[in-house]
């Protein structure tokens, strides 16, 4: 099962393009999918249309509080206090992509000033500070309106030092990262440039390592991917301005053996909490659990197959996803999924060759509503 970001085209702000997207999930999707619900704030949007997309079975609330574009502007403090006591009125997570707007765009002058094009300029632009200012005045917000709150693909130990405090003082805050943000650092942004730009930015050696501390003892939910499909030709304009290439990498294909990889096999990871960071914590928080989730009678037999043992490297060459790159391109990886089974039919078979391995039709997918878990 897949929790789809809001800002893809239709960008999900109101009820209706909520339905037109869930349209597209009954069309197109092999997998079962949740939708987030956009949320840009007054005044161009009204305590109704977040009241329409819960009521359409949103899976939780998105918001940007730095721009991300003219379709999905960033909120203020006030349109952030306004969201999150609607969000908590209807008792649905409320997630932050949290970086400072302000900040970010004063860093972004600053290398403009400079004339900064290569790739560290877009790392030094907007530095782990940028998150954790934001994520302070979330986790404040949030204590204040009693909002579950989610920080999306949390990339800064700072911030991540101030969830855990949140955590412990009882404020409904929890927290996810994604692999590029434990398997790369800024050594890959200087080597793939455009190929590695993302935001938040891609992180120091030694901030990687401190973040790797949040996931093993508990203070990080989930581990997602953050997939961003761009096309190999925008991302190729990095190489010559880092600014010209989009933000955001893809890595839907290679999350959960890169993950296990990393985390179980290198650093000792149990199993257990490997399978609550990818499976039953986001569906406990997105509203699909325990028919998501979990291996239980009644549940969904949704089973991943992993073979823990077999070690292969990553080629564009076995990619599935449309755009045919990744940043993780040479890896080597140990533990290789080999089965996919969707509420008990196969969908991919690592037998088989090529596209040949992905055995579902599109359209057999389902959307999923928030509480689809609680159903029987």
């Known amino acids: ?14 009820a209706e393009l909520l339905r037109q997207k869930q349209r597209l999930v009954e069309q197109h999707a092999i997998v079962d999918m949740a939708l987030w619900g956009g949320v840009i704030g007054p005044p161009g949007q009204s305590v109704s249309d977040l ?10 609330f998105k918001s940007f509080m730095a721009s991300s574009s003219p379709f999905f502007p960033e909120v203020d403090h006030a349109q952030l206090l306004w969201a999150m006591r609607e969000a908590a009125r209807l008792d649905v997570p409320y997630g932050l992509h949290a970086e400072d707007h302000q900040l970010l765009t004063d860093g972004l002058d600053r290398m403009r000033a400079a004339g900064r094009k290569d790739p560290l300029a877009h790392a030094e632009s907007r530095p782990p500070l940028v998150e954790t200012i934001a994520v302070s005045a979330a986790l404040l917000l949030a204590a204040e309106t009693g909002c579950h709150v989610h920080i999306c693909h949390v990339a800064s130990a700072g911030a991540l030092a101030l969830i855990r405090e949140a955590k412990e003082r009882g404020v409904r805050v929890t927290a996810e990262t994604c692999p590029q943000y434990l398997m790369l650092d800024t050594g890959d942004l200087v080597r793939l440039a455009g190929f590695a730009s993302c ?7 030694a901030e990687v390592d401190a973040i790797w501390g949040y996931v093993l003892d508990g203070t990080i939910d989930l581990v997602c991917s953050d997939h961003c499909p761009y096309t190999v030709e925008s991302k190729q304009a990095g190489f010559d301005d880092i600014f010209q290439a989009p933000l955001g990498l893809s890595g839907v294909q ?3 053996p890169a993950f296990f990889s990393e985390a179980v096999v290198k650093r000792g990871l149990p199993v257990e909490r490997f399978v609550s960071l990818m499976s039953a914590n986001p569906a406990r928080i997105f509203g699909l659990y325990p028919r998501k989730g979990t291996l239980a009678i009644g549940a969904d037999a949704d089973i991943a197959l992993l073979d823990p043992n077999a070690t292969w490297t990553v080629t564009v060459a076995d990619a599935l996803h449309k755009q045919k790159w990744t940043p993780y391109e040479g890896r080597e990886i140990t533990g290789r999924v080999v089965r996919t089974i969707r509420r008990g039919e196969t969908i ?8 040949d391995r992905i055995t579902a039709r599109p359209g057999s997918g389902r959307f999923l509503r928030r509480g689809y878990g609680e159903t029987t």
């Open 348 to 355: 991919f078979d690592d037998r088989r060759q090529g596209d």
């Open 254 to 256: 290679t999350l959960l």
């Open 51 to 60: 009241d329409g997309m819960a009521a359409e079975g949103a899976a939780a």
């Open 199 to 205: 935001a938040p930015a891609l992180r120091e050696p």
């Open 1 to 14: 099962a897949v929790v789809e970001m809001p800002q893809a085209h239709p960008t999900t702000i109101t």
